[in-house]
């Protein structure tokens, strides 16, 4: 919609329609899915962004790189540069807000420490733009639903950064498990982590949302509600560790394993580290067993069954342009996202629950 077809429409609504006044932001939305690509926003430029996202996007069909927001002039000027970005989409968090007035961009996807999630994510919708947050969503339950409420609020969709949910060897394994190919699931062990030698990332500071568990743990907890097709009941037990208590201090984990419950009896071992390099998945079901490995790396996902090979090959950064375009088509045809806000709060209630029996000592009722 241009802007002298903007103002058209406004001057009718005014005139024609008793007065009747609606704001910029609702025009904007209006002309949105008439667009053929979306234009999406990266908040934050650490690696991901630099090193996954922006390459995806220059493979993206629905979407493309519109505008970035940086507290750092220097990456804002590499930025504009390489990615020939238009000044007037180059925002800091002081200028944040500003993008509401911003038709090139459609989405701002958040790609922060976890501990800021909540503040940019709720910034965003009320803008008036659509979201996706990176994972792991937030750092407690209550601030999860914040932001779903912040989104339906102001009719924005939300989306959590699961890339794995849009990858072919996951949701073929997934198939497997909804059709009951192998039967029941009876028992599943799974670990995500590495080995992490970094000694001032946010990773490492309790308060910004670091420990194993919040982070590469998210992967394990995907894997066992992905796995069994099932939601957790309780935390049977649960135990966090480090080896390095110089780099992982005041309690912060640097490994986590836990026992998740599951309906019918169903146990899930899962462990996550940023002291090993682990990543494997096996699915004990009645007829046979899923045996992935890895399971949550950015490629080569692959598995066996005794239905055969689960190995769709691919490069990086496949993922994230697939979880990226899926998300946008989504968003132009009003449909929901394939993984909502509400998914992200569930693992959280999990990662939480964990918590809790491992200081505890306890099970914990999920």
């Known amino acids: 919609m241009s802007n002298t077809s903007r103002r058209e429409v406004i001057k009718n609504l005014i005139f024609s ?30 690696y991901y962004s630099t090193d996954l996202l922006a390459p995806a996007l220059q493979q993206t069909k629905n979407c493309y790189l519109a505008g970035i927001v940086t507290g750092t002039p220097a990456k804002a000027e590499t930025w504009k540069t390489k990615h020939k970005i238009p000044e007037k989409n180059i925002y800091n968090y002081q200028t944040f807000d500003q993008i509401a007035n911003n038709d090139d961009i459609d989405v701002i996807y958040i790609v922060l420490p976890p501990s800021m999630h909540k ?14 947050c990176e994972k ?31 990858e072919p060897n996951t949701q073929e394994y997934r198939r497997i498990l909804k059709e009951k190919l192998l039967g029941n699931v009876k028992s599943l062990d ?64 640097e490994t986590a394993t836990a026992v998740l419950e599951f309906p019918g009896g169903v146990l899930a071992t899962i462990k996550t580290s940023f002291g090993e390099n682990i990543n494997f998945m096996n699915i004990v079901c009645e007829k046979g067993e899923i045996k992935m490995a890895p399971y949550s790396a950015y490629s080569g996902v692959s598995g066996s069954s005794p ?17 990226m375009d899926d ?40």
């Open 190 to 253: 799974c670990a995500a982590g590495y080995r992490d030698n970094r000694t001032d990332h946010w990773k490492q500071k309790k308060e910004m949302g670091g420990g194993a568990l919040y982070d590469m743990g998210v992967y394990s907890i995907q894997g066992a509600r992905l796995g069994t097709n099932m939601e957790p009941v309780a935390v049977v037990s649960a135990k966090t560790s480090t080896t390095r208590p110089e780099i992982y201090k005041n309690g912060l984990d």
């Open 327 to 366: 998300d946008a088509l989504a968003i132009m045809q009003n449909k929901p996202m394939l993984v909502p806000g509400e998914e992200g709060l569930r693992d959280i209630r999990i990662v939480e629950a964990i918590y809790k029996s491992a200081a505890s000592g306890k099970s914990v009722s999920v």
């Open 17 to 46: 329609g008793g007065g009747l006044i609606i704001a910029p932001q609702i025009l904007r939305s209006a002309s949105l899915y008439k667009k053929d690509r979306l234009g999406i926003a990266l908040v934050g430029l650490g």
């Open 119 to 132: 503040e940019y994510v709720i910034r965003a919708a009320n803008a008036g733009k659509h979201v996706w």
């Open 136 to 166: 792991p969503m937030a750092l407690t339950e209550t601030e999860c639903q914040e932001m779903i409420d912040a989104c339906k609020k102001n009719k924005r969709s939300l989306a959590i950064g699961y890339r794995l949910q849009h």
């Open 307 to 323: 239905l055969g090979e689960i190995n769709t090959p691919y490069s990086v950064p496949w993922q994230q342009a697939k979880q």
